[in-house]
């Protein structure tokens, strides 16, 4: 049971992720291109683009609060789900984590709950 709640707190985070990424993260980055010399249509796809990202972020946490209400359903329900995006977030988080030159970011907001969320879908079978 507790491996759920924490899974059902990993797809909250993952859901104000994707506002804070959409929104905050747009609204920083943005005048940063723009400053950079990017023109209006480099600047509007690149806009799309990151939208798309905190899309599938939002995505991501239905998916995952959709399984966790089925499971709870019925446990037969796998949580397959839960591995398969938990284990996506960790290893994005650990490349972006080494390609950034170790930036703590992305170790924290990607790495730590992808691992959580991928280990809380792992289901023990009895022997």
């Given at each position: 049971?507790?491996?759920?709640?924490?899974?059902?707190?990993?797809?909250?985070?993952?859901a104000?992720?994707?506002?804070g990424?959409s929104?905050?993260?747009?609204?920083?980055?943005?005048?940063?291109?723009?400053?950079?010399?990017?023109?209006?249509e480099?600047l509007?796809t690149?806009?799309?683009?990151?939208?798309?990202g905190?899309?599938?972020?939002?995505i991501?946490?239905?998916?995952?609060v959709?399984?966790?209400?089925?499971?709870?359903?019925?446990?037969r329900v796998?949580?397959?789900p839960?591995v398969?995006?938990?284990?996506?977030?960790?290893?994005?988080?650990a490349?972006?984590?080494?390609?950034?030159?170790?930036?703590p970011?992305?170790?924290?907001?990607?790495?730590?709950?992808?691992?959580?969320l991928?280990?809380?879908g792992?289901?023990?079978?009895?022997?």
């Open positions: 049971m507790l491996r759920l709640i924490v899974a059902g707190l990993c797809a909250a985070l993952l104000l992720s994707a506002f990424h929104v905050i993260g747009w609204s920083v980055l943005a005048p940063e291109v723009k400053a950079a010399g990017a023109d209006d480099m509007t690149l806009a799309i683009s990151w939208r798309l905190g899309a599938a972020m939002l991501f946490s239905a998916l995952v959709d399984t966790l209400r089925r499971h709870r359903r019925d446990a796998s949580l397959a839960l398969i995006i938990g284990a996506g977030y960790c290893l994005y988080g490349w972006a984590f080494v390609t950034s030159g170790m930036e970011f992305f170790f924290v907001l990607f790495v730590v709950p992808g691992a959580v991928a280990a809380s792992i289901e023990r079978r009895d022997r």
